[in-house]
Structure formats: C-alpha cells, structure tokens
C-alpha cells in the first residue's frame, strides 16, 4: 500500500487541544493569526490521513500578521526535504483562506526557511498566482486539492 | 512636455463591473472605441462608450468558446479582429460580423496554458506563448487562415508574455525564467531565433519578468517584474531603422523602491508617460527626468494611486485618444476608466 509514498512514515503528533478563543480578544475586527491557524490546522495531509497539524506540518507559530500593512505570511514545513506535495499543500492553504480575509490583505505562503530542498523555486511558484490559477482549474490537482480540504478521514 | 510642472491628478471616470472573476487583462482597439476585458470567468467583454451619456457600457459578452481562463487579448492593427488566448491551450480569433462577435479561427499547437498573444505592426503575424515554455509565431493567411511559421525554444520556463516591436517585425517575450529575449528573422532563411537574452547578467531582472511595453519611437522599452522593480531599455535608433532590423538592447536605468508587491503590468504612453500596475493595488506614473542630463536620462516617480483597486491590479492601458484616459483591470473583477488630468 505504501509503495509510491514520498514519505511513508510520517511522524505523527498528538492534536492540540483546541483553545476556545475569547471573542474580540482585541475589541476589534483585527485579524488574529490563532484564529487563522484554527481554520486550517485540519487540512488533511495530501499523502497521509492526518491531519497538517498533526504533522507539524503547521503550528500556531506558522501564521503571522502586519494588519498595519495587510499581510499574512503562512509558512509550512514538508515532513521531508524533497517533498513534491509541498505546492499541493500550497495550494489547499490558498483555496481554504480565499475568502477569509478581507479582500486588501495579502497572503504570502512560504515553505519554512531550510525545510525543503528547491527552498525557493518552490516558494517562487507557491507566490506566482497565474500558476496557482491555472493549478487550480486542472481537474486532477482540483480533486487533491479538495480532498484534503474536505476530508472526513481524520 | 515637462509633466512635473504640470499638476496632475488620476480621476476615476467609471467602475465597469460584470465580470465574476479576476480580469486579467485590456486591450483597446487601435482607434480607441472600444476596450476588450478578459477574465478568469472565461469570458472576455466589449465596453463601448456611448456618444450620448459619454458613459462606458458591455456591449458584448463572448462566451462558450474559451473552457478555462481568458489570460490575454489584443486587438489586429486594422481593428478587425480580436485575438484571445487562453489557459484552455488555445488561441481564439474574433471578427465583428454584423453586429456580433463571431470566433472565426481556432489556433492549436501549445501543450497547455497560452499566457498572451501580440500581432505584428503590420498585422501580418501573430505571436503567442505558453507554460510550455516556447513561442509561435503564426502567420496570417487569406480567409482567417493562421499557420505556424516557428517554435521558438530558449526560455527555460514558462513564458509570461509577448510583444512585437511597434515598428520592426522583432518579437520580446518575457518570462518565468527572469529573462527577455528578443527574436529576429533571419535575412535569408526565414529562420527565427534569439538574437538577444536579457538577464541578470545585463542587469537585468532577478526574478519573473511580467511584462514590457515600448516608447511610440521603439527605441525604448520598459520591463517590471516580481522582483519589484521596473527597467528601462535602450537601443540605437540609427541602426535600427537602417533597415538592420535588429540593434542590441542595453539596460537603462531601474526603478526600484517604488511598488512593494509584484508589478504586474507596464505600459507607455504615446506622449512618453509610463503606468505600472501591482500586487500592491496602486497605480504609479514615470516620466523621463530632464534635472540629470549628465548621466543621460533618468525616470522619476510622477504621480502614485494608492488603492486605486481594492485588489492586485493585473494589466494598466493607456488608450490612444485624445484625452489621457487609462484603463485598469483587477483581481477584484472590475475594470476602471481613469483620466490623468490637470488638477482644476
């Protein structure tokens, strides 16, 4: 069954238990990197059925925010430093945020400096959006894509 | 003219809504009537201005032909027809018949996404290029006939944009892969290859060049590009119109420090004015700087739009009119007309 796995055994941590967040912690519409984190730490893996926090794929410190300049930057860490699923997990946190925020804030998703191999040829299609469109109008990539996001194996 | 003592200010004639996705891209036809949009919903729209209201109106809507997102269009010379291209892996032509748009000719050939499509000064040729990696130049044959004359192979990955020179039949293509590379005809062999790459080398770009556009003269061009910065070119315009067909290119002069996200398009007006459109939703005007003539000219920041859309802005075209009136397209799905105008 494992034949063909980039990586065929992933570690596997235990879910954080999940924090009710205090509303209007910041009495504001500001956006909160936790909360974003809370919306996409359920992503399935496209390779595993777990989850991309249980992966440490991402965690809590993989989100950050200049809501004075409207930026987010997201950065993920491959389980392993060739792994060719990094611009599909790249491609499920582009899908899952679109709508999220309000349409100014700008998103960068970036694999976590060291963590793959082509560093940045990966972080350079990751951030070309003409790529990332037309990735997402390829049937075969659409349907990993969704996968991942709506999953219900985990 | 010298702009800086002028006083201008951008003023938002309309919103032109319509399109259900990021619109891509603009292309005026060459007498400055209409305006083609094309967007990610896989339509491309036809605004027309009416004489009556001086207010811009869709005056069609071309559907059902292209199944994937219209990424590029432009106008033939003579007006007549209307080339799109499409990540669908084809290139569609258009011709006004009657009163509706009708795709007369399917070009085929690119093994995935066509990125953009440019007509020669004539109208005799049609570039296109693709994800694939190459660029074709097609030629135009009697009953909308199109037959590819050369696959050009060099760029390394895939290519984002082409341009004809305005004036001579040499073809820019830019791209993924950080680089422009002219291509030109050979005397005698009807063979076409690159006769020049601009790359990091020359100064050039250090990351994905997005687009080019030339000064009315052709002896300029001007390249931006996810590495921030916009560029300005230069060749010698003696040995170009010589009739040599071909003069190399030498960097200019950067801009750099001005947009803060990817810059998306560029485009020069016919009275020397440079628009450039960003990730960064603002709109940002060039022009030549007469105060360093030591150094040769050099371009200064004229005038900025902060916000102009509530999104990137993809693609900033100035009409040919009389009036400075600008064109700008938007991941937020809207077009807006604007006009650089005296400030009153």
Known sequence: MTLGLINANPVVHAKKERVARTEDLHGDDAVDPLEIY??????????????????????????????????????????????????????????????????????????SPGSHANEESVNKQLNDKERVAAALENPNLRQLVDECLYSNEL | MDFSEEGLELKEIQRLEGHNDKVWSLAWNPTSTLLASCSGDKTVRIWQRSPSTSSWHCKAVLEETHTRTVRSCAW????KLLATASFDATTAIWE??????????????????????????????????????????????PGNEFECVSVLQGHTQDVKMVQWHPIMDVLFSCSYDNTVKIWAEDGDSDDWHCVQTLGESNNGHTST?????????????VTCSDDLTVKIWDTDSITMQAGEGYAPWKHLCTLSGYHDRTIFSAH????????????????????????????????KLMLKKEQAHDMDINSVQWSSGENRLLASASDDGTIKIWELASIT
């Open chain 1, 38 to 111: 809370d919306f996409v730490r359920d992503i399935r893996d496209p390779e595993h059925p777990y989850s991309l926090e249980q992966l440490s794929v991402l965690s809590e410190e993989s989100i950050t925010v200049d809501e004075k300049l409207g930026r987010i930057l997201i950065t993920f860490t491959p389980t392993i430093q060739h792994c060719s699923m990094a611009t599909v997990i790249g491609l499920c946190l582009r899908v899952k945020l679109k709508h999220y925020f309000p349409p100014h804030f700008k998103v960068d998703i970036k694999v």
């Open chain 2, 76 to 79: 033939s010379p003579s007006g």
């Open chain 2, 96 to 141: 006004l018949i009657g009163d509706d748009f009708e795709c007369v000719s399917t070009l085929e050939g690119h093994e995935n996404e066509v990125k953009s499509v440019s007509w020669n000064a004539s109208g005799s040729l049609l570039a296109t290029c693709s994800r694939d990696k190459s660029v074709w130049i097609w030629e135009v044959q």
């Open chain 2, 209 to 221: 060049v997005w687009a080019l556009s030339f000064n009315p003269e052709g002896d300029k061009m």
């Open chain 2, 268 to 299: 020069w007006s016919r009275e020397g004015i440079i628009a450039t459109g960003a990730a960064d939703d603002a709109i940002r005007f060039f022009v030549e700087s007469k105060d360093g003539l030591v150094d040769g000219p050099l371009y």
